[in-house]
């Protein structure tokens, strides 16, 4: 079955780094967009990146733009996201996910055009 697994959050202090890892499994990695999205206590879960099957089109949300850079290795079956210049306001669960329907090549902005989510990993960034 699909699965998406997230792991390298942690504790980190303000202007840290971190390495997210979303590993697949149950189908062809190579297909599919993929979308990183986090969601904080009390807030709405948000987009924070997004990258095409073949990796040629990416996005990131305004908030992230020059800090994180998403990529995607699919003969490891993963894709990554890399968080520079952490903030407090990057603290949240963050959330790897696979895009569904028509479209599923192409990158989504939207939590509902991801159909597979992973269980998430916590990031929390203080001193």
């Known amino acids: 079955q699909v699965e998406l697994v997230e792991s390298g959050g942690g504790l980190v202090q303000p202007g840290g780094s971190l390495r997210l890892s979303c590993a697949a499994s149950?189908?062809?990695?190579?297909?599919?967009?993929i979308g990183w999205f986090r969601q904080a206590p009390g807030k709405e879960r948000e987009v924070v990146s997004c990258?095409?099957?073949?990796?040629?089109?990416?996005y990131y949300a305004d908030s992230v733009k020059g800090r994180f850079t998403i990529s995607r290795d699919n003969a490891k079956n993963t894709v990554y996201l890399q968080m520079n210049s952490l903030k407090p306001e990057d603290t949240a669960v963050y959330y790897c996910?696979?895009?569904?329907?028509?479209?599923?090549?192409?990158?989504?902005?939207?939590?509902?055009?991801?159909?597979?989510w992973g269980q998430g990993t916590q990031v929390t960034v203080s001193s």
């Open positions: 149950g189908f062809t990695l190579d297909y599919y967009a």
């Open positions: 996910a696979r895009r569904s329907g028509s479209s599923w090549w192409t990158i989504s902005v939207h939590p509902s055009g991801y159909g597979y």
């Open positions: 990258i095409s099957s073949s990796a040629s089109r990416t």
